[in-house]
């Protein structure tokens, strides 16, 4: 096992997840207003 593996790009998927899932989470709230 590569250690540096898990500082790569699933890392950064699951930032962009995420970051995407807030947006949305946020935007529903926007909506419900």
Known sequence: ???NQDKGPD????K???SISFSLYTSDLD???
């Not at 890392?11 to 699951?14: F, H, P, V």
């Open 11 to 14: 890392s950064i998927n699951s």
């Open 31 to 33: 909506h419900g207003k």
């Open 1 to 3: 096992m590569n250690v």
């Open 16 to 18: 962009l997840l995420i």
